[in-house]
């Protein structure tokens, strides 16, 4: 069965650094854009990031030039690099698996998801 999991996250100060990964299991994994996606309680998930099938990127507009996303097609597994760390970037963070057919950059078209990684970001 189709299986994304999460991990990397923590509790990291203002200004600081981390790395998510998203290890993918059960399907074909090159074939399919991966995205980032995050929510707080209480509030609307949020797209963050997505890297398609050919590698092209998209990312909203409040992370660019802090996050980068990369794939590794040898090892199933996209990454989430978290530089700059504000407060409000405190979430849960979910990877998800995005339909072929869909531009992963709409933030839809997503058909499977993770258990998510809490990030924290506080002094």
């Known amino acids: 069965q189709v299986q994304l999991v999460e991990s990397g996250g923590g509790l990291v100060q203002p200004g600081g650094s981390l790395r998510l990964s998203c290890v993918a299991s059960g399907f074909t994994f090159n074939y399919y854009s991966i995205g980032w996606f995050r929510q707080a309680p209480g509030k609307e998930r949020e797209w963050v990031s997505c890297?398609?099938?050919?590698?092209?990127?998209s990312y909203t507009e409040v992370v660019k030039g802090r996050f980068t996303i990369s794939r590794d097609n040898a090892k199933n597994t996209v990454y989430l690099q978290l530089n700059s760390l504000k407060p409000k970037d405190t979430d849960v963070y979910y990877c998800a698996r995005g339909r072929p057919s869909a531009d992963c950059g709409s933030g839809l078209g997503y058909d499977y998801w993770g258990q998510g990684t809490q990030v924290t970001v506080s002094s």
């Open positions: 890297v398609s099938a050919f590698r092209s990127t």
